[in-house]
Each structure stands twice: as structure tokens, then as C-alpha cells.
């Protein structure tokens, strides 16, 4: 049942994915034809999305090497990059960089001029949020039904967890 199929494919965020795996095996049928045609509709939304939010990292980025930010970007766009070989096929709600927390400040500033707009904007709940959690989102609104969301993130996980990452050696291999 192609319909049920391609509708867990978009359900569990893999219609990219399978769309670009079904080209790849060459399969090709009346029946599958119009499946096909759903995910390659799929494949080429989330390509012109991914573009636009890399060409926004890529800003990001540039930005803050200009200002002596050193960054690793995770998760989806890194995964995009090295694992999947095609950042079309993967789908990104928003792209996540992990900083230094010293360097947060300058990092929010960058970010506001290039449009960015905190999640979190009372001075008081930022305190505590920055003082209990891992990350802070920030958002771009780039067209009435279309924005970027960018989180930074300072630490992999809630500082209240049990097991701490050792960062500093994290970052010392990092490439």
C-alpha cells in the first residue's frame, strides 16, 4: 500500500530520504509511480528549505568568525553534511552550534543583528534559563510563513544531569 507507506514516510520525516533511496534502486512501476511523485514533491521541498536555512548558517557562521566565536555546529546540519552525503534528504527544523557560555553574550548580539530574535527576551527568565538549561533558541522571520530557528547551545545536556561531558576535551577534538 504505496499511500500508507508514503505517508509514514512524511509522518517520521524520511520522504527525502526514501525518495532519494527509490531513485538510487532504479525502481520504477505503474503502481509506484505516483508514490513516487509524492516524495519526489517532498525531496524538492525540503532541498529548497535546506537550502535557504544552510545559506542562514552559513551567515551565522561567518559572522561569528569575524568576531573570534569559535563554533561547532551539531546534529542536523553536521549530520546533513557527513553522514547523509546530501543535505537535501534531511530533513532540519532548525540548526543547532555549540559555543563556549562565556562567548554567549556575543553570540546573542551577533545573532540580533543578523535579525535573530531570542525565544526568551525577560532579562530575568534568560538568567535562569541560561543557569539551568543547555541551549536558548533564536528565531528568524524570513517570510510571513517561513522562518529560520537557530539554537545555541553551551552545554550537550541540563547541568542538573548526574553524568557531566567533559567539554574542554570535547573541544580540544573537535575538527
Not at 509506484?32 to 551565522?60: D, M, P, T
Request: hydrophobic share 45%; glycine share 4%.
Amino acid at each position: 500500500n504505496w499511500d500508507r507507506v508514503v505517508a509514514r514516510a512524511f509522518e517520521h520525516d524520511i520522504a527525502p530520504l526514501m525518495h532519494n533511496s527509490i531513485r538510487q534502486l532504479g525502481v520504477s512501476s505503474l503502481q509506484v509511480e505516483q508514490a513516487l511523485s509524492r516524495l519526489k514533491a517532498g525531496y524538492h521541498a525540503n532541498a529548497i528549505r535546506n537550502a535557504i536555512v544552510f545559506q542562514e548558517l552559513q551567515k551565522i557562521l561567518h559572522a561569528f568568525r569575524e568576531c573570534g566565536i569559535t563554533v561547532i555546529v551539531l546534529k542536523g546540519a553536521a549530520l546533513a553534511q557527513t553522514v547523509y552525503q546530501n543535505w537535501a534528504v534531511r530533513p532540519m527544523s532548525d540548526v543547532d552550534v555549540f559555543i563556549r557560555k562565556e562567548e554567549f553574550t556575543k553570540a546573542e548580539d551577533l545573532l540580533g543583528k543578523l535579525d535573530y530574535a531570542p525565544d526568551i527576551r525577560l532579562p530575568e527568565l534568560k538568567e535562569r534559563h541560561l543557569a539551568h538549561y543547555y541551549e536558548l533558541g533564536f528565531t528568524k522571520q524570513l517570510a510571513s510563513s517561513f522562518s529560520v530557528r537557530c539554537e545555541i547551545h553551551w552545554q550537550l545536556d541540563r547541568p542538573s544531569r548526574s553524568f557531566q561531558i567533559d567539554l574542554d576535551g570535547m573541544w580540544r577534538r573537535a575538527v
